[in-house]
């Protein structure tokens, strides 16, 4: 090791680098770097111009891959929230039965669902599932002295808040006893909390749900990502106003039959359950759990009035398109870069012609053929390397205005706007190195004889 | 002159004393341009020394190849034949780099159309062989300011080439052709494009340079001009025609 560090060509090398590191270098740069921003500056509109390309190059693919950042960023987020081991089973209201009913006024019942004869099946037939957190969602209003709030009323299992993820805020979720003894207990979110208990703490007063009184034991976390989180076929899209309680209770409550006025007349809707989590022990088996819960379904089911979702399959499809947005980003980033450097040739060429003078005064006082490469070399990267500087100051610009004006995620890494401004510096080099090597190879003579 | 001499300080002394010191020499060069099939001799046989301390004029026709020996004198080309010593270096065989190096350390150029670099100050003009040369920025202002205050443009330093007239450009770039204190200083031309006010006072700065001990060669058409110089040389078909001494 010594020895090689001893040998005279490394030593020489040393020797070089040493060099290249003393003022007077630096010094020379400077003032080379100086001159290349006086000529720039000397033909301002003309530069700017010539850099446009670059800027635009720049600023799109940071702007770009800021926007599809936070879009998978957010998805994931969603997906992850809805557990990357579970599977979401859904009661869905076939389309058949919607549209029939007609315009007879009488009494019309209809039962679509899952069953929990289905969920048993699902358990029992299939290895490797740790939990089955079963639920009935049913809308009711729920009132607190003068107030009212429209709500989901969610009957579960205790499980339901370590499947979603879900934290309480403040109290506990309801317990085995209290599931067993079907009691009038409710867990209630955020939204519900604020609405029906705007100054006071709601803990340990109650709600009424249809004409009954339930202890509020616990208040959930707000939650972040609410669109995927709601379920219940026919539920709104409104912000989740939810109600936690003993699915025991809800049975025992609501039963499994619910009256509604629809517009065709008095309707009868029978769901045993709404939704069911059915977690996964390993994640790798989620998608083939899937797709065999899909299989018993469809042989239990008459028509199609479930839905499966895998959270996973959609965390893995919501990678595959931040993928492919990259990928176009890098295509745009590629095609404005070598626009932008072949302007850059382009207007190095032409100063080169228009400096030919400057370049024989140069070599007549002693500058050699590498002093004028390195002096048009530093000008074309300073051209692109400000080019690259202002685009990066729009490429996250533009996030940012995106992110305020239509409330999109929007994520600008690290690593994108080194990457852009170091691919644009590099630009300058690659397109600078012809027209500088062109110049350097002017004869002195011909070139002081220029006009 | 004794007493100049005296002033001069001690390296000047020696150097009065090794006068006739050969600073320059080309011994038969010739030059021969090929325009495609044509080949054309500018210079056939050429055989010149250069003494230190000389004031030299080059004259003749137009076309008989001065500034194509001023071209070689100053190591811009090289001869098609021959031997050119600059100091002890042979020149004849250096390559590009070396070229450059030696220009940039012994020679200094002044043209006829001034060639200053737009883009800079009248003081970084100056500075611009010591740049080339590597020399720390704060002494090169240091030099080009004393040297631009004795071509009487000290209140001058920030202006641009084209706010100066003619003769003031002129008066620049001899400040700029002294500034790394050359071997020989170079001139083709250098009052060609001025009027005989501001021409006049360019050979005044030349007759001091010289009195201080420069060596200078000039090509002139002007007889007059020329018998300001020590030597005259007359080339004629790219060869010497005659090489007289005056003073
Ligand atoms: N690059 C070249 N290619 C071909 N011929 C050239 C080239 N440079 C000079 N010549 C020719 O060489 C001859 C001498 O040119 P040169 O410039 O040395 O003349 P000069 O004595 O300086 O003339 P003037 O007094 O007009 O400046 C001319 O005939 C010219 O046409
Ligand atoms: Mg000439």
Redesign the pocket.
Known sequence: MNEAIKHPAVLAVFQRIKLHLQPVYWTRFRKTAEVGIKSIHAHGLRSLLTVLGIVIGVAAVISMLAVSEGASFEAQQQFRALGSNNIIVKSVKPASLEASGGNNMRPQSISYGLTYEDILTIQQTIPGISNVIPSRIIKKDVRHLGRDISTDVVGTTIDYPISRNYSLRAGRFFSEEEMLAQRNVAVISDEVARALFPMTDPLGESIRIDGNYYNIIGVMEPEAYSNLGRSQAGSSNAAPTRIFIPLSAARYRFGETLVRQASSGVEMETVELHEAIIQVQDQEQVEAVGQIIEQILERRHRRVDYAVEVPLALIRQAEESALRDQIVAGAIAGISLLVGGIGIMNIMLASVTERTREIGIRRALGARKKDIVQQFLIEAVILSGVGGLIGVVIGILIPVIISIFWGMTTIVTVTAPLLAFSISALIGVVFGIYPSISAANMDP??AL?HA | MSMQTLSMGNDRLVQAVVARQTVASVQDIT?T???GELA?Q?LHGISLDFYHGDYISIM????????????ILGCLDQPTSGRYFLGDKDTSQMNDNELSAIRGARLGFIFQSYNLIPQLTVLENIELPLFYQGHPAEESRHIATELAARVGLGDRLEHRPFELSGGQQQRVAIARALSNDPLIILA??PTGNLDSKSGAEILNLFDELHQQGKTLIM?T?SDELAERSQRQIR?RD?RVESDERSH
Not at chain 2, 60 to 71: A, I, Q
Request: net charge neutral; charged share 20%.
């Open positions: 003579v011909e004889r | 030059k341009y090929h325009m054309v500018v003749g026709p137009s076309g008989c190849g001065k500034s194509t020996l001023m071209n083709d031309e090509v058409h080339l790219g």
